[in-house]
């Protein structure tokens, strides 16, 4: 169960499947299946609000499948239950990145004193580039 404020993702919402790893363990790799593969249907996930279902979709949306399902795997380690517990963090970490709504940018004016210093800035260096000119005798 992930719990965040305003979400809520169920264990049952969560498919796991397992496959053989590549990552550490030696001849246990090629034995045992600790490569755990989650499967998350975010489009029809009911405990998370739909705008941050829209912000999780535009920011993982390489993760995303066209049906809407999030795939993650995770094989760091020897142990499918720990990595079963580490995709589940990633998950959490994840809708917490996109659980507040980014601020609104207010547009700005630059300063008289920016103004002022770029456009000196651009003189001189126009100044420089007309004293590298041949001169015409």
């Known amino acids: 169960m992930i719990e965040l404020p305003n979400i809520r993702v169920a264990d049952s919402e969560l ?62 380690t020897r142990s499918q239950h720990t990595n079963r517990e580490r995709v589940v963090e990633r998950l959490k970490e994840m809708l917490q990145q996109v659980a507040k709504p980014p601020k609104r940018r207010i547009p700005t004016k630059p300063s008289k004193g920016a103004k002022k210093k770029r456009r ?18």
């Not at 755990?36 to 499948?65: C, E, M, S, Y």
């Open 15 to 76: 498919d796991f499947s397992f496959a053989r790893s590549g990552g550490p363990g030696g001849q246990n790799v090629n034995k045992v299946s600790s490569k755990v593969v989650l499967h998350w249907d975010v489009t029809n996930a009911p405990g998370v609000p739909d705008a941050v279902k829209q912000r999780f979709l535009k920011t993982f949306r390489t993760r995303i499948t066209d049906a809407g399902i999030l795939v993650m795997d995770c094989d760091e």
């Open 120 to 137: 000196q800035h651009r003189e001189k260096h126009a100044q420089k580039k007309q004293l590298r000119k041949k001169i015409d005798y």
